[in-house]
């Protein structure tokens, strides 16, 4: 095996550069974040609400990936987006990114509905807007479409293939949000479901890159640093039909700088192992909470009067 082996090229040594967020990141992006809502917002006092909700929203999938010793842990607030937490791992588990994921919305839904029960016994306006933009926030992540916290959770529990996964939740994702920005006349949405719909090519020629490694027998769920050569070197034959540019890049670039172009390419279609811990208890366990985050919501906001809802946004 050594022998065949050592008839392909060694693979190149990927340039890793960490890049651990700090604080100043975080803290950059909320102000362009805010700068940015209030061009179209002249309400200070409404985008502190959604930068508070969307920070405690984001805290909880950040607690939860410090606790799975998660790396390079980024926390970036994106002007019309939202936010978003990233991070890595060499291996993931289906019990740990289940719990990361939910993490997010389902505090913030409790918070919510707790606001919204206190300010409808005791009436205090700001209680009340507090609840209702958490739970309005946090249930809309729940629903079951990529990107969104909801559409992750099914594919972590119930989605072997990977890549066909994420290829039709972009597609229902983008279609559902722009068909939801038209329906409730929301340029943002369908910004929103037109910006996801440019992800539906990148997401369309990874599958068929996945599926041609499939074809080849090559398992795409592993590190860089555990492929050999011989798999690097099939794995580069194939994004490199399915990027022609790659042969162009290479006449403008030196060797060494066109390699790690390529490395970062292999790396970019590898999908870290996911260790298949998840029971069906556990399953039902998280199905159960998804959809009690949603009846609470619910709930929450079917126990208060419309109008008193109304009058606390309206009475500063």
């Known amino acids: 095996m050594e022998e065949f082996e050592q008839q392909y090229p060694q693979k190149p040594i990927l340039i890793k550069r960490k890049s651990n967020g700090h604080i100043s990141i975080t803290v ?41 010793n998660y790396e390079e842990l980024n926390m970036l607030f994106i ?9 890595k791992k060499n291996e993931y588990s289906q019990i740990e990114s289940s719990l ?10 409790i918070l919510g509905a707790s606001l919204i029960l206190y300010g ?24 079951p479409i990529d990107p969104l916290d909801g559409g992750q959770l099914m594919r ?9 996964a994420q290829l039709i939740f972009n597609v229902i994702s983008s279609l559902a949000i722009a068909g ?29 890159i996945r599926k041609d490694m499939k074809d080849d027998n090559i398992v795409y769920e592993s590190n860089y640093d555990d492929i050999s050569n011989r798999t690097y070197a099939k794995i580069k034959r194939i994004i490199i039909e399915h990027t022609p540019v790659l ?15 390529v490395a970062k390419q292999v790396e970019g279609v590898l999908f870290p192992p996911t260790k298949k811990d998840a029971s069906v208890f556990f399953k039902i366990f998280m199905l159960v909470l998804w959809a009690g985050g949603i009846f609470l919501s619910f709930y929450a ?5 419309f109008n008193t809802l109304v009058h606390a946004f309206q009475n500063r």
Do not use: C
Not at 120 to 142: H, R
Not at 156 to 164: D, G, I, M, R, T
Not at 247 to 261: A, F, T
């Open 120 to 143: 409808w016994i005791q009436p205090t306006s700001f209680s009340i807007q507090l609840g209702a933009m958490l739970i309005f926030l946090n249930v809309m992540n729940l629903i």
């Open 247 to 261: 042969e162009d890049i290479k006449e403008y670039n030196e060797e060494e700088k066109y390699n790690q172009i």
């Open 100 to 109: 990361m994921i939910i993490a997010g919305p389902l505090p913030g839904i």
């Open 180 to 208: 939801a920005g038209l329906y409730f006349d929301s340029w943002l949405l369908i910004i929103f479901g037109l910006l996801l719909g440019f992800r539906i090519k990148n997401k369309h020629k990874l599958y068929l």
């Open 28 to 68: 950059l992006s909320m102000v362009i974040f805010a700068i940015t809502f209030s061009l179209i917002l002249d309400d200070y006092y409404l985008i502190a609400i959604l930068l508070g909700v969307l920070l405690f929203h984001e805290l909880g999938h950040f607690l939860m990936m410090k606790i799975f």
């Open 79 to 87: 002007p019309f987006m939202g936010a978003m937490v990233s991070g």
């Open 301 to 305: 906001l079917m126990a208060i009067d």
């Open 156 to 164: 972590v529990l119930f989605f072997n293939n990977y890549e066909f």
